[in-house]
């Protein structure tokens, strides 16, 4: 680790605990927990046959996003991503409106991840409504008390979480690839998707890839962190979009495309009872909760220290800047998870996602037009970046208008 680095950890009173391993299970828990299983039946809904294809694109995109996001990271040798990379460039007044975008954003799919998780729950307990809130109220609580406990211990959470569901949906794709049955996979018997349904999905789908970025706020908290940005984060987004796209074949031809569109929020379960029944069923139930709240976590940690950077540097209320004596964010903590629970309420995942998705493809098109601004190596990427990003926000305008 270099001497600017570890003077940064130091100063910062933060533990610096993220290895690879730990930094890889945090992007990967941020994306898939909020991901396949908020979104499957969203982008199948639009993309129908091509949901796979989206997946995919969107994974391509992700992938260059993440390197302009690790080299610009890496070059500024700070936290904070978007918000950093442009007080780096001196527009501070388009970062202080960028930082508070980001926070509500996060806070945002923070609530999307527990509905996911209260709806999972209740759905596996064939419980009532107010169990499902309930359970999703609870979800952003526990998790809030862990990362109030320190890195090290939601470290250790997310490693757990992240093992274990990617084993059980890489399980349920198997089981689906084995059935081969490319029928399944359409929407409509003789109304199959056009290409255009694939980009359409792309746009949609999008929100799934939210989360390898959150390892821009975790720099500090990262043991030599150059080198640990640059393997983690491109390694988190591989694994996510293989895990997508087996997963999206492979659960559509279990439940086939229409019952997975007409169980949106429940999806992967039902699929999971096709596979293996009643033991699928609550298998694919524990993992969707497991991953939403590793999601939750991941979130979590990741805003709160991003809007402990910004209040450091005056750009957030000095609220967000208080810190226990682990060197945890506890006001920080304590105010997103709180607002997030208020919005856990208003439900509706197919508007959130969709919503969610368009800011983060306006985020990433941001960042990679400046990292070809700031010309980091092989910023050829960023251009394949910067383009993706952009027609993915066009398609998911003109879907949402209607046109498409």
């Given at each position: ?204 789908v999008f929100m799934a890839y939210e989360g390898f970025q959150l390892l821009s ?188």
């Amino acid at each position: 680790m270099s001497q600017e680095e570890a003077g940064h950890g130091s100063e910062s009173g933060r533990e610096q605990v993220l290895g690879v391993g730990g930094a890889w299970a945090m992007a990967v828990g941020g994306m898939i927990g909020g991901g396949i299983f908020s979104t499957l039946g969203v982008v199948i809904s639009v993309a129908g046959e091509w949901a796979w294809l989206s997946f995919l694109m969107g994974g391509v995109i992700a992938l260059a996003t993440g390197h302009s996001y690790s080299g610009l990271t890496r070059q500024i040798g700070k936290a904070g991503g978007s918000y950093a990379y442009l007080r780096a460039l001196g527009r501070d007044r388009l970062a202080r409106v960028v930082v508070w975008v980001l926070v509500l954003g996060y806070t945002l799919t923070v609530a999307v991840y527990a509905v996911t998780f209260g709806a999972y729950a209740a759905y596996a307990l064939s419980a009532p409504a107010w169990i499902r809130d309930g359970a999703a109220l609870a979800a952003i609580a526990l998790l809030a008390g862990v990362n109030l406990a320190g890195a090290a211990k939601a470290n250790t959470l997310e490693k757990v979480a992240v093992w274990g569901k990617l084993a059980i949906l890489l399980g349920l794709a198997g089981i689906g690839l084995a059935h081969w049955a490319p029928d399944r996979l359409v929407l409509e018997a003789n109304q199959p998707v056009g290409f255009a349904g694939a980009l359409v999905g792309m746009g949609v789908v999008f929100m799934a890839y939210e989360g390898f970025q959150l390892l821009s706020y975790d720099y500090a908290d990262m043991k030599d962190a150059k080198r640990t940005i640059a393997r983690a984060m491109p390694a988190a987004i591989v694994t996510t979009a293989v895990t997508y796209i087996v997963v999206a074949i492979g659960a559509a031809m279990l439940a086939g495309a229409s019952q997975i569109v007409a169980h949106k929020e429940v999806a992967l379960a039902i699929a999971g009872r096709e596979a293996l029944g009643t033991f699928g069923f609550l298998a694919v139930s524990l993992a969707a909760t497991f991953s939403a709240a590793s999601a939750i976590n991941a979130t979590i940690f990741a805003t709160a220290r991003l809007a402990l950077q910004a209040a450091e540097e005056g750009e957030m209320p000095a609220a967000f800047a208080r810190r226990d004596s682990e060197g945890a964010p506890w006001a920080g903590t304590v105010l997103i998870s709180a607002v997030a629970m208020g919005l856990t309420l208003i439900g509706g995942i197919e508007a959130l996602v969709e919503g969610a998705s368009f800011v983060f493809l306006g985020v990433f098109a941001l960042v990679n037009w400046i990292a070809i601004e700031r010309r980091i190596p092989h910023h050829w990427a960023a251009m394949v970046g910067l383009a993706g990003s952009g027609g993915g926000a066009v398609m998911l305008v003109l879907h949402l208008a209607g046109q498409v």
